[in-house]
């Protein structure tokens, strides 16, 4: 159980373009999802925290109009990396929590390598 | 600031035990989580600790000491698959998971 899933797993794109990335939880629902970026040999940074059926919350530094999160049901969130440039090349996951009982941590999906060229 | 301290790399030889330490200066604990990070994927969980004392989960433990701040991931049996980064993270005051930067474990032969 506690299977995350991610859409695409990697993704080229044209700098100035949109980009769509998919998080599902396939066999729990997900009170709360996390989007992270991680570049090359760096740790997991936190971008920003979505509950179901509100805004999410961005970290600081983290442009909320570039990056757009929809948690529209409690087991899809979506990532938005709008006018794409080189520099949001990243391994961009996603991870869930919401199982009851549990320690609270957090489920990762695979990730998704986003390429901008 | 809150700040989670790990060593940058580690190397260690096959079939040997290699102990990866965590500190940590956090506003409020609930919780300390060990993670394995293989290049190029997302992290997998491997333990939390919550109370002082070792977990132990088949060839890897986890230690903490609430009142130093301080934990450890022990490996043991060391295989060529164990070779990754360990991600040590928190949980402070707000619930919010605060993130050490990786060990990268090398295994050697």
């Known amino acids: 159980g506690a299977v995350v899933s991610q859409h695409p797993s990697w993704v080229i794109c044209k700098s100035g373009t949109s980009v769509k990335i998919e998080c599902r939880s396939l066999d729990f629902q997900a009170t709360t999802m996390f989007w992270y970026r991680q570049f090359p040999k760096q740790s997991l940074m936190l971008m920003a925290t979505s509950n179901e059926g509100s805004k999410a919350t961005y970290e600081q530094g983290v442009e909320k109009d570039k990056f757009l999160i929809n948690h529209a049901s409690l087991t899809l969130s979506t990532l938005t990396v709008t006018s794409a440039h080189p520099e949001d090349s990243s391994f961009y996951i996603c991870?869930?929590?919401?199982?009851?009982?549990?320690?609270?941590?957090?489920?990762f999906g695979p990730g998704t390598r986003l390429t901008v060229t | 600031g809150q700040n989670i301290d790990q060593p940058t790399e580690m190397t260690a030889t096959e079939g040997a035990i290699v102990q990866i330490n965590c500190t940590y200066q956090t506003s409020g604990f609930n919780g300390l989580f060990w993670y394995q990070q293989h290049a190029g994927e997302a992290p997998t969980f491997l333990s939390y600790?919550?109370l002082d004392g070792l977990e132990e989960k088949g060839r890897f433990s986890s230690f903490l000491s609430r009142s130093k701040g301080y934990s450890y991931l022990l490996l043991k049996e060391l295989q060529m698959k164990d070779s990754a980064s360990y991600l040590c993270a928190v949980k402070d005051s707000n619930y919010q998971l605060i993130w050490g930067a990786g060990t990268k474990l090398i295994i050697k032969p």
């Open positions: 600790n919550v």
């Open positions: 991870s869930a929590t919401g199982l009851a009982g549990e320690s609270g941590e957090q489920y």
